[in-house]
């Protein structure tokens, strides 16, 4: 029996038994994972035991995180949700699961409604939670055909009181989810072919790939297919459902790089040789958060048919190497920081692939100032895609149910999110560009919206994260909506991205303006909700986070100011052709 001191004590099954004999039956522990072959750790190695890696042999002490996942696989939860947790709700919930195990099915508890940003740091978890779930629906790619979006705008409407978020993974994240109604959801979704297996976790999250993978002339490869046939072989797979940490994907041919292969932890970025031959050009250790880096080529030729093989040598590197002694030092981009990109190569040649990958080109700099795919742009098929732009993400199952009957009524019913909070929908043909534009329009959703929108994200913030300090969603459609009037003729692409703490879920480090919440003082002296400012983030060619300045702190109500000053020097002082970033 898992302890409790909160809550009602209830049996685990299989939990108990695998305490007790340390032997354990999950399938991801390093005593069943699939073995690693090739030379033994050189004995130097012996230093990074430290460092909690698996493949040389560290086992003990576990942090916390690694206690729970070799206690239990974390897919061992749903089980127990259909078996038990729907049946006593949420007060039943061990807590090892709730804060824990759920999210490896896509759930996390949500912040409970009216607590302050200043008291993120000093409540307990269980303070800060109520007795709902954030819902995270799992969409590989962000593809979707008219019936599942309907099926999952259905849920939002039925069981999430109306709320959905497009995320900047190109997730759907639903909130205000009971426990009981969790198994129904599932059966909603899984009966159109969607799931929430793996949404949050130590697990391969969602997988990214431009939204108009297979339709675009220009694309260099259509990704599509080596993503399905590495979801179809790996979601859900115990082999890799105990890794060090989240583990995020992007496998795009997308001309504008629009997943942001920088910051994933392995993209596969699509390039064309001199000869000719397209493929994918291997990326590895990006990610943001707290200690921000840039993933790093490997420099290998990856073949669109050896995409899956490597997709998973390259996981099995982070799952035996990477660092679990400290949950913040777990991500893969500090092995890579450490080793860098040739000894990655060589570990996942000599032991993992069992063969040597051919050198390749890097891939050709972005084509476009903007990655986000809004607007209008034409297929290879002659048909068109329209991007459109959400409030910040933020929409309701009503309005995606009516995106699907648009999706049919103007197009072939598919539908795709992107990386950047937006939504497109495909194969309009000409006649029904402008009647779709202004159906959309009459739905406040934007296909030629102003800069500030277009280039406004934001995270869940306090609203719904239990570790937001601000909240972020409405304050940055009322930011955007502020600029729209003050600075009407503002056409430069820019992004301008409002996190609500240091996580940087809303990736502050790579906008032109990024907001992240912090608690700051006001004039009067008072600690109010607030950002500190970075300022000058971009990827593509040069990518570069954006610089902190010292002193740009500024109250929540200080916002629009601070933006329309540094845009109006900006207007003022630029060179021709000069954006933003320069
Ligand atoms: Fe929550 Fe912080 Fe992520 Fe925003 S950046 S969603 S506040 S963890």
Known sequence: MLRSPNRQRLPVPGVRARRRSEDTTVTSSPETRPTRTGPRPPRREAAQRGQGQWALGYREPLNPNERMKKDADGLTVRQRILDTYQHTGFDGIDPSDLRGRMRWMGLYTQRAQGIPGGKTAVLEPEELEDSYFMLRVRIDGGQLSSDQLRVVGGISTEFGRDVADVTDRQNVQLHWIRIEDVPEIWRRLESVGLSTTEACGDTPRTMLNCPLAGVLEDEVVDATGVLAQTVEKYLGNPEFSNLPRKWKTSMSGCVDHCTGHEINDVSFVGVRTADGEVGYDLWVGGGLSTNPMLAQRVGVFVRPEEVTEVWAACTSVFRDYGYRRQRNRARLKFLVADWGPERFRQVLQD??????????????????????????????????????????GRTSGTLLARVAELADEHGAGRIRTTAQQKL???????????????????????????????????????????????????????????????????????????????????????????????????????????????LGGHLGVEAAFGRKFRGHKVTKAETADYCERVLRGYVERREDGEGFAA
């Open 424 to 534: 497109v929908v495909l194969d309009v043909p000409d006649e029904r560009v402008e009647p779709l534009v202004t159906a959309l329009a009459e739905l406040d959703l934007q296909v030629r919206p102003s800069a500030f929108r277009r280039g406004t994200m934001a995270c869940t913030g306090l609203e719904f994260c239990k570790l937001a300090i601000v909240e972020t969603k409405q304050h940055a459609q009322d930011l955007y909506a502020e600029l729209e009037k003050r600075l009407p003729d503002f056409d430069t692409p820019l992004s301008i991205n409002v996190n609500g703490c240091p996580n940087a879920c809303a990736r502050f480090q790579t906008a032109d303006i990024g907001f992240k919440g912090s608690m700051v003082r006001d004039d009067s002296g008072e600690m109010v909700e607030g950002f500190q400012v970075h």
């Open 351 to 392: 032991e993992y692939l069992h063969r040597a990958l051919p050198d390749g080109p890097p891939p050709a700099p972005p084509q476009h100032d903007q990655r986000d795919h809004v607007g209008v742009m034409r297929q290879k098929d002659g048909r068109n895609a329209l991007g459109f732009a959400l409030r910040t």
